[in-house]
């Protein structure tokens, strides 16, 4: 079975891409690995030094909507092009593609996730296996349900009928819907994954505790490390997540976590240690200092996220704008918004 992996990253976030990629090398050197580049081009971000093969967001031609690079900012836009990403990579050819998202370290072969992948129109990984337990196990599960059941920094797609039909209507919500509103049932493109097992009968479910371990279940995979090997519950442990990790401060497990330090996670410090090292490697210093292309109106005015929304919200009838980032065009979006909404300025202030 031909199969790629994949992942996205904006430019100050491509160490991190560029981490999975020399991990996951380690243990698959045949697997081609392609990250999506979630910004403008920079010369800081070469295709032919990278340690993977870079798409270009243009590059997914007409299959993104018009103008999405404008409706979303960094982080919103990074997550929303995951279902464009998987349906471009199987329609180049690729039997099944494995994303991974890129805060992921391999540790392992993922010979497990891949013979799924063979069997299953769909694979997902759960965030938990096993009820959460300790002081904080009622706030883990809580979060989960707010976050969703299934994590989406481990999602596999074999080109079926089922999995293309799958990945459209996944596409199509984010599109228009990949926020981070909890009030209204959204945490970005992830929890439109717990739709996904009454969609997709051939879907797979991942139960194998050394894949996608995070700081969510943690506390329950017993992580160990024997003659350098590092475990899971006694299992090779193949995917940990870094999910929320800062480098610019080592010692705390996640921002999502901030009184969760990394000298208190026991055996699991020395992966924090090694995923800290190979960050390092791979430039993460340079990287955050790279601005982010799509933050700026033309004229170097940064863009208020309601004035993204309202972009998005007009439909139809912001064509009549043209490009929504050129703001000297004669009767552009700029003009309007400073004319119609000139708080939405003020409040960057």
Not at 5 to 29: D, E, F, W, Y
Not at 46 to 56: H, M, N, T, V
Not at 213 to 226: D, M, S, Y
Not at 230 to 259: H, K
């Amino acid at each position: 079975m031909n199969i790629a992996i994949a992942s996205i990253a904006s430019n100050r976030r491509m160490a991190l891409a560029r981490s999975t990629a020399v991990s996951l090398s380690l243990h698959h050197p045949e697997l081609p690995f392609f990250v999506l580049q979630a910004d403008a081009p920079h010369a800081a971000v070469d295709p032919a030094r990278e340690p993977f093969r870079l798409l270009s967001y243009a590059g997914l031609g007409a299959a993104v909507p018009q103008w999405l690079h404008f409706h979303y900012g960094e982080q919103e836009l990074t997550y929303a092009l995951t279902p464009f990403l998987l349906r471009h990579l199987l329609e180049t050819g690729f039997d099944a593609v494995l994303f991974l998202k890129q805060e992921t370290m391999v540790l392992g072969r993922l010979d497990p996730l891949l013979e799924m992948l063979a069997r299953h129109s769909v694979v997902l990984t759960p965030h938990l296996l096993e009820p959460p337990r300790g002081r904080q196990a009622r706030l883990r599960e809580l979060n989960v349900l707010r976050a969703g059941i299934f994590n989406g920094g481990v999602v596999g797609f074999r080109r079926t009928a089922e999995s293309l039909a799958l990945l459209d209507w996944w596409a199509r919500r984010c599109a228009c819907l990949c926020r981070l509103d909890v009030e209204n049932g959204l945490h970005f493109e992830q929890r439109w994954l717990d739709f996904f097992p009454s969609l997709a009968p051939g879907l797979g479910i991942v139960r194998d505790p050394g894949i996608n371990v995070g700081h969510w279940n943690l506390p329950e995979r017993r992580i160990e490390i024997r003659n350098g090997q590092i475990l899971a519950c006694g299992l090779p442990c193949r995917i940990f997540r870094f999910s929320g990790y800062d480098p610019a401060r080592p010692g705390t497990v996640s921002r999502y976590r901030p009184d969760w330090q990394v000298a208190d996670t026991g055996p699991a410090a020395e992966v924090f240690r090694r995923y800290q090292a190979l960050l390092e490697q791979c430039g993460w210093r340079e990287c955050a200092g790279l601005p982010y292309g799509w933050d700026l109106f033309d004229n170097g005015e940064p863009i208020p996220l309601p004035a993204r929304r309202l972009h998005s919200a007009l439909g139809e009838a912001a064509a009549q704008f043209g490009d929504p980032f050129a703001a000297g065009a004669p009767g552009s979006y700029y003009s309007w918004l400073r004319k119609n909404h000139p708080r939405l300025f003020r409040e960057l202030r």
